[in-house]
């Protein structure tokens, strides 16, 4: 199971992912095990993303998942199969519950300066990943790390997935891995950055054909993890098919991944 100290050892890149939201069990379990035996076959401790809620999809009819208590069973019995689990929290009032079916608990970035949700997460003792949010520095995510260290709990990772740019439009600048990485092991979410927020009108668009290269260069910055939604049909996703990774594709990504790690830690 995932450990604290995967994302503190250099020597290990952590990979985080899964479709954005859960479709069904079956599709979670196909996916999972996919996902797993990629991971392992290019040397990346793995953990399954999903979200039982999308509680900020962009329009009020959008697919937001099976709720609470049926997610969090889906994934609770995917746990007990030995895979890690990370999912997202919305409301203080879910931390305890998540914290029982997964490993980790994640931050969506639009909350990451609710301090009550940040401080109920850090009060389960479960690794705390918060997203940084579009509309803030790089600096300003070590209040967030301080709210969830203020309960004890100091397994905090950050995750940069991009800066508004202008209206429906996101830019990364990798400056913001290296200062965040002062303050928390910080992780690159390589699907949210090619986001295109609202740019579909009621949902939003993407520009997955810039995944690999974002990637590329956030893994030559010394990153601890790569986040990344995969779906083995994007076309068909019920949540954020515009901006997902194709499962055929992530062979080669993680390959390419992993080249670029080891080059950056052979240079130090």
């Known amino acids: 199971m995932i450990r604290f100290a995967d994302f503190e050892d250099p020597a290990r890149l952590v990979l985080m992912a899964g479709p954005c939201v859960i479709e069904s069990e079956e599709h979670v379990n196909r996916m999972a095990e ?9 040397g990346f401790p793995y ?13 009020v009819k959008s697919f937001r998942g099976p709720g609470a208590e049926e997610g969090l069973a889906i994934l609770s019995r995917l746990r007990a199969r030995g ?34 949700l940040l401080v109920e997460a850090g009060r389960t003792g479960k690794i705390v ?14 209040n967030a790390v301080e709210k969830v260290a203020s309960t004890g709990n100091r397994q905090v990772v950050l995750t940069e997935r991009g800066s508004s740019f202008g209206y429906n439009n996101l830019v990364v600048d990798m400056r913001g891995m290296r200062i965040m990485a002062r303050q928390a092991p910080v992780v690159f979410d390589a699907t949210h950055s090619v986001q295109l927020p609202g740019g579909a009108g009621s949902s939003s668009g993407g520009q997955p054909e810039f995944i690999e ?7 030559a910055t010394g990153i601890s993890g790569i986040f990344v939604e995969v779906h ?9 098919g515009a901006n997902a990774l194709r499962l055929s594709l992530l062979p080669k990504f993680l390959r390419r991944l992993r080249a670029i790690h080891e080059a950056a830690r052979a240079a130090e």
Do not use: W, Y
């Open 47 to 59: 953990v399954f993303k999903a979200s039982f809620d999308k509680a900020n999809r962009t329009s």
């Open 34 to 42: 996919a996902i797993a035996a990629m991971a392992r076959e290019a």
């Open 232 to 240: 083995d049909e994007p076309e068909k996703a019920l949540s954020d």
């Open 129 to 142: 990943n918060v997203k940084k949010g579009q509309f803030v520095s790089p600096n300003d995510m070590a």
């Open 213 to 219: 290269p974002l990637a590329s260069a956030a893994v």
């Open 83 to 116: 895979f890690s689990v990370v999912t997202d929290i919305h409301e203080p009032a879910q931390a305890g519950a998540a914290a029982g079916a997964v490993d980790i608990l994640q931050i969506p970035a639009f909350l990451c300066r609710q301090t009550d």
